[in-house]
């Protein structure tokens, strides 16, 4: 990729945490980059103040507060629906008919949109793996950005008459929140604004959450004492588990950065526009910053104290969102499925993908 690789966590950390010297790379984006990845007033996109500002939307939107009604409404009717369609069958593929069913349908939920149409929630999941896979190759030219900017319209064509919907007729759902919120919070916000940021959020709480799930079934159930504690203690313990998952098998590999001006990290210089990957995989695991980096340990004494949610003025917005999916897909499996298992006739599952990875496929018995 023509980069640095910054691999220790203190790297990473230093580099992810200082926007004036390592500036995202959206920031030398085209408009057609800035298009396909969801539109250039994006959260995700913007830089500086008007960055604050939409983040400060998102956060009053997706605070810890406002995860019960968020569980309540829409993420337990979408689990049970999703264990109701396959529980008499007696087995199951857990990466599709679970870990990437529920955050699109809980977003489709959240957005007033029919969630439980199957069609349209595959096509969207689609669509969005098609983005994430050319933004995970520095947004590259060629195919990959052509089925990206493909997607690209279709969301677009998708999300558009919700956004005018519902800048006059306010319900409940997302996307007149972020039209109330954003007009209290973001100075001069319009369609542009709520579109882009409409989809923002339906990507990022998508593929790498769906991942996320799939990774802590996994984990579950290939780990016999982590399975026991969290069966036991769905408080803390789950708690614990869910933050394990996402430092040892966070879904996203990296996250690029670029240097504004010539600098040291940790002793080694880095020239202006040089481009910086900071390789999450490696970070999280740095035996210098974790004792038995490679033991999943429920023990951990700052159990969140890792780098799969980013860090510093990028540290996820959705990050309570994720850990509730996360959570509550774990808790249905426990309360609903006690004989889960996989299933040894199946093909086993492996580490898949590239940018964003996570362990399938999951056949399992029960």
Request: proline share 4%; glycine share 6%.
């Amino acid at each position: 990729m023509n980069c640095w690789l910054a691999v220790s966590y203190d790297a990473c950390k230093i580099i992810e945490s200082d926007e004036d010297t390592f500036r995202i790379m959206y920031v030398d984006g085209s408009p057609k980059t800035l298009e396909i990845n969801g539109g250039a007033t994006g959260v995700s996109v913007m830089t500086g103040e008007k960055h604050g500002a939409m983040r400060r939307v998102y956060l009053k939107l997706l605070s810890p507060s406002a995860m019960t009604k968020y569980r309540v409404d829409h993420v337990l009717p979408v689990i049970n629906d999703a264990i109701d369609r396959f529980q008499k069958r007696g087995s199951a593929e857990l990466v599709t008919e679970y870990a990437q069913a529920i955050p699109e349908r809980v977003v489709a939920s959240m957005f007033g949109l029919p969630w439980k149409d199957d069609a349209l929630v595959m096509q969207v999941a689609e669509w969005h793996k098609d983005i994430v896979a050319w933004i995970g190759m520095k947004n590259a030219g060629g195919e990959l950005m052509q089925k990206a900017q493909n997607a690209s319209d279709k969301l677009n064509e998708l999300f558009l008459p919700l956004v005018l919907e519902r800048k006059d007729k306010r319900g409940d759902d997302f996307i007149s929140l972020l039209w109330s919120q954003g007009e209290k919070d973001y100075p001069g916000l319009g369609v542009t604004e709520v579109l882009h940021n409409t989809r923002d959020s339906a990507i990022g709480s998508g593929e790498t959450t769906a991942n996320a799930i799939a990774n802590a079934v996994y984990l579950y159930l290939t780990n016999p004492e982590a399975r026991q504690a969290i069966t036991n203690d769905q408080g803390a313990a789950l708690n614990a588990f869910v933050e394990e998952t996402l430092r040892l098998l966070g879904s996203v590999q990296w996250r690029f950065r670029v240097a504004n001006r010539d600098v040291s990290v940790l002793g080694v210089s880095v020239k202006k526009d040089d481009v910086i990957c900071n390789l999450h995989a490696a970070a999280n695991r740095d035996p210098e910053h974790y004792s038995c980096p490679h033991a999943l340990d429920l023990n951990r004494k700052a159990p969140n104290d890792h780098l799969a949610l980013n860090v510093g003025p990028r540290l996820c917005a959705g990050m309570h969102f994720a850990r509730l999916l996360m959570r509550e897909g774990m808790k249905g499996l426990i309360e609903r499925l006690p004989e889960l298992r996989l299933d040894t006739s199946m093909e086993p599952p492996r580490f898949r993908n590239y940018s964003h990875r996570s362990y399938g496929p999951l056949h399992v018995l029960f």
